[in-house]
């Protein structure tokens, strides 16, 4: 089967890079992203240094691409009608109401996906879960399908996306794999392969591995459990370096050249932030003990709990560095969004270690080379548990040395721009601190 003609449902941080990317490398096929936010849609035709998405490297592929074979639309009916093969890309944030609440995936935007394909097709459809969703959820969207569908055929794939933001051309130009899952049935192999033959055009055939769906959606949140595990394992360690005098970066060295473990995913930190790991592992633990495995359950559930622990310790090391407590003192937050080169601040631990301090008094001065002004305040108005915080926060344009005359800078992202600040040591100079990740441990 070959695919001329794909739609991708959901132009976020997943949907807009993987489908710009997928067109670069395939001119020959017609790609178009759709959204359900006009504004984004328009903002991805927009000018390329406005795109909704930073990533390096992006706009590059966006310009290369657009306009040729790659489209942005808010036709979502027309897009789906024309495609052959549908991603769906949209988000799968965790539950904040009704049963798993604070656990569980929230399929309502990946249910809704699936009810506008059944409405609007008038022919057979490979239908591929891009988005991260917990293990058989490809039987619900089945359902949903087959329920409005007319006879129309549909063969669901599950196709995982690995990115990392920041490196996510990186990562997808050269991903460490690819993984399709589909029914073993003829026409589920037959329309994995239709996938696998889009992949061929840039990733070698042994980084391609295929599997059934169930493996497949559930290789996605445990691949993310073990990355944040590995995270909340040296972050714990940090801790226990700080009662014994041990150094957390030598022991991170230590522990990562034995080649069965690796260097990486071991550097302490004030936490881990994102849109996914929290959200994967709540999912995690909520179907583990949909099935009865308690055990498991709490198991992955520590992961989060230490991350927690990590991000308040953090803060608290602050305040008590400043004898317990804020009043009266500034201080500058380098860095919002949740790791360096992306403009995303969801689950930033930057938004809970400042509410922190803020809440222990102190005037709070913020910047953040890429996530936007509106998108910190909308983040503090939203995450922060103390609502009237608007005063004594101000947003900075841009970090002049007299913002750093505060009485304490701390480093939470660690943008490039950042590190020519001599961020190893605690005392700068005279009256101006810089406390950093690095002084955890
Ligand atoms: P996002 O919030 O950036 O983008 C999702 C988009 O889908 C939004 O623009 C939203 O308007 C749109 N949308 C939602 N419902 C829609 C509908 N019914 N019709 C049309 N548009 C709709 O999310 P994201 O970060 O791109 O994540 C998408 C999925 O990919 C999630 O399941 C996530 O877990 C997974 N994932 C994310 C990353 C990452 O780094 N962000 C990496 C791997 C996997
Ligand atoms: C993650 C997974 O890496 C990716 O494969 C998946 O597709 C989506 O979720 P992402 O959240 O974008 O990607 O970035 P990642 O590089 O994993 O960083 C997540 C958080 O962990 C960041 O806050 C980062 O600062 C932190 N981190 C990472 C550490 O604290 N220590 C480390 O050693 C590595």
């Known amino acids: 089967m070959k695919i001329k003609n794909i739609c991708c449902i959901g132009a976020g941080y997943v949907g807009g890079p993987t489908m710009a990317v997928i067109a670069l490398k395939c001119p020959n096929i017609k790609v178009t992203v759709v959204d359900a936010n006009t ?71 990946i249910e809704s996906c699936a009810k506008d394909i059944a409405k609007y097709a008038k022919s057979d459809k490979i239908v591929i879960e891009k988005s991260t969703l917990p293990v058989r959820t490809a039987e619900k969207i089945k359902d949903i399908l087959e329920e409005n569908s007319n006879g129309i055929k549909f063969e669901i794939l599950s196709n995982p996306e690995f990115l990392a933001e920041g490196t996510a051309i990186k990562d997808l130009f050269k991903s460490d794999r690819v993984l399709i899952g589909g029914d073993m049935t003829s026409s589920g192999q037959l329309a994995v392969q239709a996938l696998v033959d889009i992949y061929r055009n840039w990733i070698p055939k042994e980084k391609i591995i295929t599997t059934n769906v169930w493996s497949s959606e559930l290789s996605k949140l ?8 590995r995270i909340s394992s040296i972050n714990s360690l940090s801790a226990l370096c700080e009662k014994t005098g041990a150094d957390i970066g030598e022991l991170s060295k230590a522990i990562g050249m034995d080649h069965r473990i690796g260097p990486h995913f071991l550097n302490a930190s004030v936490g881990f932030g994102g849109s996914c790991f929290k959200k994967d592992i709540l999912n995690l633990v909520y179907l583990c003990k949909f099935y009865g495995l308690i055990e498991v359950a709490e198991y992955w559930h520590q992961v989060v709990k230490i991350n927690d622990y990590q991000k308040n310790r953090f803060a608290q090391k602050i305040i008590e560095y400043c004898g317990g407590r804020l009043k009266g003192k500034k201080i500058t937050v380098l860095g919002w969004a949740f790791k360096a080169n992306t403009n995303d ?11 922190m301090l803020y809440n222990a008094g102190a005037d709070i001065e913020i910047y953040d080379p890429m996530v936007e002004k509106k998108t910190i305040y909308s983040d503090i108005k939203l995450y922060w548990r103390s609502k009237k915080a608007s005063e004594n926060i101000t947003i900075l344009d841009e970090v002049k040395p007299e913002d750093l005359k505060n009485d304490i800078t701390v480093i939470i992202t660690e943008w490039d721009e950042f590190k020519g600040l001599d961020y190893s040591k605690t005392k700068l100079f005279d009256g101006r601190y810089i406390i950093s990740n690095e002084m955890i441990g």
């Open 39 to 109: 504004e984004k849609i328009k903002a991805w035709n927009g000018p390329l240094v406005n795109l909704p998405v930073y990533e390096p490297g992006l706009a590059d592929v966006v310009g290369k691409a657009r306009g040729k074979n790659l489209f942005f639309s808010d036709d979502i009916k027309g897009a789906i009608e024309q495609a052959e093969m549908i991603f769906m890309a949209v988000n799968t944030p965790t539950k904040t109401s009704g049963e798993g609440a604070g656990m569980a995936a929230d399929l309502t935007y």
């Open 222 to 229: 445990a691949s993310n459990a073990m990355l944040a595990q």
């Open 345 to 355: 601040s969801r689950e930033s631990p930057a938004i809970n270690v400042t509410e």
